[in-house]
């Protein structure tokens, strides 16, 4: 795996050095607990990349959205990072705690981020991690999610896919993409960002879209085999325009938009191109919530925070 170039290597050192406020995590029952993993890795330039996936859309909440590997917790003893590095394991492959890499892999936990509160009510906590290489000899230029990923669970992940890092702190892409050899299938760099200021937790909140440029050889999808009717219906549409050479786009938003946008603005010590709320996670909100009752030990399928939830819990001084 090629090195960290002296931007990246200042990037991860600032991740290493992160420390998080007190968080709410661990006060809020099992139920309630989530955690994602932010895994990032050098690519051929030295430049980093983020892992994300493509949910399948048989799933019942978020279904054919962008994510983060992660779920829920399994017990109150488990930590956040052991929660991500499970579900990543069940959902792409990527071999659990305890677990060996192929040589000369290795996962690096860098930190933890402010936990964040989904719309669930969910409580998720998103870890940082680095994968290299501790073989310094090596510097292959194979893609990392290619090598270490080589399971897909077909219920849960449609695609596997990567984007640069410090790119969500821009509005354009940040290189030229092409897809075969036509002009006409050039990726317009203006297409990369989209955003809107809305409501949620009783204040303005700006909602990120970032359009990731996909290139067919470089998604990791399940294997047609493991994958049932439905799905196969479902990723049709991208992969015929995969085949045809179209420039397809994976659409990153929601809270995933949010925590790569603030680990980034953490890493790169600077603020992006675009408007954005200054805090980091939902640590205070989530508080304010548990001081009025919500987050209990029982969670309801269709639980959701309502207007007058947040109204209640913002009242609290």
């Not at 990037?11 to 607990?33: E, G, M």
Request: hydrophobic share 40%; net charge negative; proline share 7%.
């Amino acid at each position: 795996m090629p090195r960290l170039n002296p931007a990246s290597q200042k990037a991860i050192d600032r991740l290493r050095s992160y420390q998080p406020p007190a968080t709410s995590y661990d006060l809020v029952p099992l139920s309630r607990r989530a955690a994602v993993l932010l895994l990032l890795y050098a690519d051929s330039k030295g430049d980093l990349r983020v892992v994300l996936t493509m949910r399948a859309k048989t799933l019942s909440s978020y279904a054919g959205q962008a994510a983060l590997p992660g779920g829920k917790a399994d017990s109150v003893e488990e930590t956040p990072f052991q929660t991500a590095r499970r579900e990543a394991h069940e959902e792409i492959g990527l071999a659990d705690i305890g677990q060996a890499l192929p040589h000369p892999f290795s996962v690096e936990h860098l930190c933890e981020f402010p936990a964040s509160l989904a719309r669930t009510e969910l409580v998720v906590r998103p870890c940082v991690a680095l994968l290299h290489s501790y073989d310094e000899t090596t510097n292959s230029n194979a893609d990392p999610e290619v090598s270490l990923i080589p399971k897909l669970d077909a219920r849960e992940v449609a695609a596997v896919f990567t984007a640069p890092f410090s790119n969500f702190l821009s509005t354009r892409d940040e290189e030229e993409w092409v897809v075969g050899d036509r002009s006409s299938d050039r990726v317009k760099p203006e297409d990369w960002y989209q955003g809107a200021w809305t409501e949620w937790h009783q204040s303005n909140w700006r909602m990120h879209q970032f359009f990731v440029p996909i290139m067919p050889e470089a998604v990791v999808k399940p294997r047609a085999r493991t994958r049932s009717e439905h799905l196969k219906t479902a990723f049709s549409e991208l992969e015929e325009k995969e085949r045809a050479g179209e420039v397809v786009r994976y659409r990153v938003w929601g809270m995933t938009a949010r925590l790569v946008v603030d680990v980034a603005r953490v890493a790169y010590d600077r603020e992006p191109a675009f408007e954005h709320n200054s805090h980091l996670g939902d640590e205070e909100m989530i508080a304010r919530l548990r001081r009025i009752g919500r987050l209990s030990p029982i969670r309801r399928p269709g639980d959701v925070l309502t207007r007058e939830d947040m109204e209640k819990a913002a009242k609290l001084s």
